[in-house]
């Protein structure tokens, strides 16, 4: 089965954004409770769901060794993994860094990676994967404001690269939608990873998907981790789990126009 494949096969599109903000969790709930308890209150609404790597590093060798349970645990809901880690070095580097997350301690079925060093430092990300049957997405338009000053430069490259390279997927943000489908026209087959739904105001998704609703899987992760904040740790959950259900129905709602 292709990387792709994995993620499609779930009959979702929406991807539960894992990003454990220390000072926003609930009283006496540990990083990687919560983060289970996202897992099992979404699994079945889900495509796949997306640890931000930046959070588990904040708390130091015990939030690393709770992702890997937290992979695990997506794991054996059936759920692929994207790390969000956004590595991206010289090539050297870059090879540990795909065995680190392919096959090694942070093993995960797709990674997002950054292409500002060049193409040569993308390559063995997308040998690693290749040989493992992972994927690699590759920042091409992210959600933040400032993303078309140096972006806009580098698409041109990007594209024929992403193109030629199976193994990559592209990430574009969702608050920009007429980037969104300007380059789903130029990656027709390429799966996107669409951040920025829901939290950082994106809303109109159906740019970012090619026909027949597939070849995107659409994050949220503020907007469904903290629905509950202020709640009681058993309202949280459930509201976690309702915030999941209407991203996921506005997701659907968008693949099917």
């Known amino acids: 089965m292709s990387w792709r494949?994995?993620?499609?096969?779930?009959?979702?599109?929406?991807?539960?954004?894992l990003d454990p903000s220390p000072g926003r969790l609930p009283d006496g709930v540990s990083v990687e409770d919560f983060?289970?308890?996202?897992?099992?209150?979404?699994?079945?609404?889900?495509?796949?769901v997306k640890p931000n790597l930046a959070f588990f590093?904040?708390?130091?060798?015990?939030?690393?060794?709770?992702?890997?349970?937290?992979?695990?645990?997506?794991?054996?809901?059936?759920?692929?993994?994207?790390?969000d880690a956004k590595r991206g070095d010289v090539p050297e580097s870059a090879r540990a860094y795909a065995e680190a997350y392919f096959g090694?301690?942070?093993?995960?079925?797709?990674?997002?990676v950054n292409p500002g060093l060049g193409l040569d430092a993308l390559a063995p990300f997308a040998e690693r994967a290749t040989a493992l049957g992972r994927g690699v997405?590759?920042?091409?338009?992210?959600?933040?404001?400032?993303?078309?000053?140096?972006?806009?430069a580098t698409e041109p490259a990007l594209i024929q690269a992403i193109r030629a390279e199976p193994a990559y997927g592209?990430?574009?943000?969702?608050?920009?939608?007429?980037?969104?489908?300007?380059?789903?026209?130029?990656l027709p087959e390429t799966l996107f990873l669409v951040p920025g739904f829901g939290a950082q105001g994106g809303a109109s998704l159906e740019p970012f998907f090619a026909d027949g609703g597939r070849g995107a899987v659409v994050n949220s992760s503020r907007g469904i981790l903290y629905a509950g904040e202020g709640k009681p740790w058993p309202t949280w959950r459930e509201a976690i789990r309702e915030a999941a259900r209407?991203?996921?129905?506005?997701?659907?709602?968008?693949?099917?126009?």
Do not use: M, W, Y
């Open 5 to 17: 494949r994995r993620f499609e096969e779930r009959g979702s599109a929406l991807c539960v954004g």
């Open 35 to 48: 983060c289970v308890a996202a897992i099992e209150a979404t699994h079945d609404l889900a495509a796949c």
């Open 57 to 83: 590093e904040l708390q130091g060798p015990p939030g690393l060794a709770a992702l890997v349970r937290i992979v695990a645990a997506a794991r054996a809901r059936g759920l692929p993994v994207i790390l």
């Open 104 to 112: 090694g301690p942070f093993d995960c079925d797709a990674l997002t």
């Open 137 to 152: 997405f590759v920042l091409l338009r992210t959600s933040n404001p400032g993303a078309a000053l140096f972006q806009d």
């Open 170 to 186: 592209a990430v574009v943000g969702a608050t920009d939608p007429a980037a969104g489908g300007r380059l789903r026209k130029a």
């Open 246 to 257: 209407a991203a996921h129905a506005a997701i659907e709602r968008a693949r099917r126009k």
